[in-house]
């Protein structure tokens, strides 16, 4: 029996690819080489991008990076061992703004906000909840019409890692 060697295995008929790529025999590539390639350009993508995040947000009004809403921190509520850091994001309320579209700056305004602010104060939580808002909102009462976003998160070695309510 004759085996060819471009044909693809479990597919009698197709063939496959020659060894070095589709590109053809010319190309001086490795097998998996461009897969490298483009895993190092990702890997040095996201290096940057982390360095980016973790610069501190500690100013009074901030630009949140992922969904690019403007914040300004509202009140912090200490109910040892819960901290709960509230913010206001006045185009939280616009059309279109989804929780998927902030989740990743509430983790990071926890990491790299509330954390800082009640370390500051002394405080050691066990649990921050991270409260976006459209408006001022008096803690506990139902306010129909502001959009409102909430996000727990345990603390363990100045870390938030997310809790499901």
Not at 120 to 135: C, D, H, R
Request: glycine share 10%; charged share 15%.
């Amino acid at each position: 029996m004759r085996v060819s060697r471009n044909i693809a295995p479990g597919a009698p008929g197709a063939k496959a690819a020659p060894t070095g790529g589709a590109a053809g025999v010319t190309t001086r590539w490795c097998r998996g080489c461009r897969l490298r390639s483009i895993q190092r350009s990702i890997h040095l993508g996201v290096v940057v991008l982390a360095g980016l995040l973790a610069a501190p947000l500690t100013a009074a009004q901030q630009i949140l990076p992922t969904s690019g809403l403007e914040i300004e921190l509202h009140d912090i509520i200490a109910q040892p061992p819960v901290w709960r850091v509230r913010y206001i994001a006045p185009n939280l309320s616009q059309d279109g703004v989804l929780y998927a579209d902030v989740a990743g700056d509430m983790e990071l305004l926890c990491t790299q906000d509330a954390l800082v602010r009640i370390a500051g104060e002394g405080g050691a939580p066990s649990q921050i909840v991270i409260t976006l808002m459209s408006a001022p909102v008096v803690f506990g009462e139902m306010t129909p019409g502001v959009t409102q976003f909430f996000e727990s998160y345990s603390v363990e070695s100045d870390l938030c890692i997310w809790e499901a309510f």
